[in-house]
């Protein structure tokens, strides 16, 4: 039973209305003055309000806006009861948030048809909401089901920390880190175009993939070899034209060498220390985005690495902010950054992210960020 809200300054027009109304089989709760409304509106959330609007105190517009910014009173059908017929006046009632009128005196019929009409709206709008809930609730377990792949800090026998900052609650930003054998140790992360479910269903699919070492007979210490068989699997004509970006990597431990390829993903940046002045390295190869192009070639480069090196991969969220002036801050801006920060011995990834959310303007970046840091000690 729909439960309607009288709120009325004349008694007559209350006892009308609660007549008429609980004629019709509705539930029906009358009140003299806009104060006492609202207090029974808070009380128990009606699914229409019919309000008068010229009323001592509070008028019907003063209710209406107050009951229009209650959370859990937005889909509140809310009719005002009126005299007034003027275009200005039923402009002025439509700002305020109303959603219909009545126009004094009541003619019975209309009153039924307009009550009928509003109370469908409200209901559409209530199964609109508990959709919109459910939808919420399935996409914080889709992103807490993400948020649980992602693999734990390494601490031994070199150190990985990252951070993951998804612009929504599903992001197309994915990484991983594993041990191929007790030397070899394959690193990546990938940026899918795109947001939300469709992003980050690809980006799943890919982690599941490479975490499985599901593509048979594929050597997963060749980077080159494995962009290849990724773009052959996943071609974007098959993935609702969605590619991605991604760096990957296999560190070999007793040599301290790295080998690495990349399929149009930012160059990570490798910071070493030597006699004290920072030296920067790009670690990036040539390649199109997976997916994008068939029979793309991807190549491999390698890099001695040295003691107390710091190695950066990164999304290109990390540097796709934007400034006050309208302008990106950029990467260059973002490697100096970090080039800055390594002079501090003590430099933890929270620190660099500190400064990226102090870059940036928006309460929120515009952009997944993931970055990894790998700490070779």
């Known amino acids: 039973m729909f439960k309607i ?13 609660k007549r008429m109304l609980e004629k ?25 309000i019919i309000c008068d609007w010229m009323m001592p105190g ?74 919109k809930k459910l939808l919420e609730t399935e996409l914080t377990e889709a992103a807490d089901y993400v948020m649980s792949l992602l693999p734990p800090p390494m601490k031994s026998p070199l150190t990985i920390d990252f951070r993951f900052i998804p612009s929504r609650q599903l992001g197309g930003d994915c990484f991983d880190y594993y041990w191929l054998d007790s030397e070899y140790l394959a690193i990546y992360l990938l940026d899918t175009a795109g947001h939300g479910l469709r992003a980050t269903l690809l980006a799943i699919s890919v ?79 040539p390649g199109m985005p997976i997916g994008m192009f068939s029979g793309a070639q991807y190549t491999d480069a390698t890099c001695k690495i040295e003691k107390d090196s710091s190695l950066y991969i990164f999304s290109d969220g990390a540097y796709e902010i934007t400034k006050s002036d309208g302008n990106i801050w950029g990467l260059d801006a973002f490697i100096q950054t970090l080039i800055d920060l390594s002079k501090n ?5 929270e620190q660099v992210i500190k400064f990226l959310i102090h870059s940036n303007l928006q309460p929120s970046f515009e952009d997944d960020l993931s970055i990894l840091k790998m700490q070779f000690n």
């Not at 104060?35 to 509106?41: F, L, P, R, T, W």
């Not at 008028?59 to 007034?84: A, E, H």
């Not at 009632?93 to 469908?120: C, H, Q, S, W, Y």
């Not at 011995?345 to 990834?349: I, K, T």
Request: hydrophobic letters at 40%.
């Open 58 to 131: 509070l008028t019907g517009i003063d209710v209406c806006r107050y009951i229009k910014n209650v959370p859990n009173l937005s889909t509140t059908f809310f009719i005002l009861l009126t005299s007034l017929d003027s275009i200005a006046d039923r402009v002025k009632g439509l700002d305020a948030g109303a959603d219909d009128f009545i126009t004094k005196p009541i003619e019975k019929n209309e009153l039924r048809a307009r009550v009928r009409a509003g109370l469908r709206l409200h209901q559409l709008s209530q199964d609109l909401q508990n959709q």
């Open 5 to 17: 809200l009288v709120i009325d300054d004349d008694m007559a027009v209350q006892i009308l209305l």
């Open 207 to 285: 982690f599941n993939l490479l975490r499985s070492r599901a593509l048979k007979g594929l050597n997963y210490y060749q980077p080159s070899e494995v962009l290849t068989a990724l773009n052959e699997t996943f071609p974007m004509n098959y993935q609702n034209d969605k590619y991605f970006t991604i760096w990957y990597g296999v560190y070999h431990l007793s040599q301290q060498k790295l080998v690495y390829a990349s399929a149009g993903h930012p160059p990570a940046i490798l910071v070493s220390d030597a006699d004290n002045f920072p030296s920067v390295h790009r670690l990036r190869t």
């Open 24 to 48: 019709e089989g509705y539930e029906v709760i009358a009140v003299s003055n806009g104060k006492d409304g609202i207090e029974a509106a808070i009380a128990s959330p009606p699914a229409m």
């Open 345 to 349: 011995s003590n430099c933890q990834l």
